[in-house]
């Protein structure tokens, strides 16, 4: 018999209630953060039908515990019962101290962006550490849930993602072969076969 992948969808959530513009310091950046996290979606919000028709066919959903990503999730796979966890949260990115320099909103995305990109091609950054440890014990647990209870739908955020689907590469699952999107909603599958279940080839 063939044996079929495991396979874990890694989803970001969608748009936030939470809309900011204007001209911010760093301290103002800080508080749009915590202000960010708070919210949930903004109204009308909605999966691409696509990505909610394959949510159907899966039993195990999952989310960070952030109000966006939980609510994503239930839009997703409505009257599903879903886990939550602290695991799937998002990643605060740093925020450079410029003083009391203000910034408008989408530049102070594109320096935020650029330090975090820079320090990624870095091992040794101290920012990444926790991350990257804790997308390793996300890693294992999804792998673990793919194992017992068939193919996972993780709801999570756009920075963590990254971290996320590297530990899970590291861990031996491959990517589909098609281009990642980082838009909201977006999905990156990845897939694993157990080496101990595949069918051996006679030589």
């Known amino acids: 018999m063939p044996v079929r992948p495991k396979r874990i969808i890694l989803v970001r959530h969608g748009r936030s209630a939470h809309a900011q513009s204007g001209w911010l310091d760093a301290d103002g950046l800080h508080a749009w953060r915590s202000a960010y996290d708070a919210a949930g979606l903004a109204p009308g919000q909605a999966p691409p039908p696509a990505l909610r028709a394959l949510a159907a066919?899966?039993?195990?959903?999952?989310?960070?515990?952030?109000?966006?990503?939980?609510?994503?999730?239930?839009?997703?796979?409505?009257?599903?019962?879903?886990?939550?966890?602290?695991?799937?949260?998002?990643?605060?990115l740093p925020i450079p101290a410029l003083g009391r320099l203000r910034l408008s909103f989408a530049l102070w995305g594109l320096v935020v962006g650029f330090v975090w990109?820079?320090?990624?091609?870095?091992?040794?950054?101290?920012?990444?550490?926790?991350?990257?440890?804790?997308?390793?014990?996300?890693?294992?647990w999804l792998a673990s849930?793919?194992?017992?209870?068939?193919?996972?739908?993780a709801v999570t955020h756009g920075a963590f993602r990254r971290y996320l689907a590297d530990a899970l590469e590291a861990d031996g699952w491959r990517r589909a072969p098609v281009r990642r999107r980082w838009h909201l909603w977006s999905a990156w599958e990845l897939t694993s076969i157990d080496e101990e279940r595949a069918p051996h080839r006679e030589e």
């Open 57 to 92: 066919e899966f039993r195990c959903i999952v989310a960070s515990d952030l109000a966006r990503a939980v609510e994503s999730a239930a839009l997703l796979a409505p009257g599903a019962e879903i886990l939550q966890s602290p695991l799937l949260r998002e990643t605060p």
């Open 117 to 140: 990109l820079r320090d990624m091609r870095r091992p040794d950054a101290r920012s990444h550490a926790e991350p990257r440890a804790r997308a390793r014990e996300a890693a294992h």
């Open 145 to 153: 849930l793919a194992s017992h209870d068939g193919p996972v739908i």
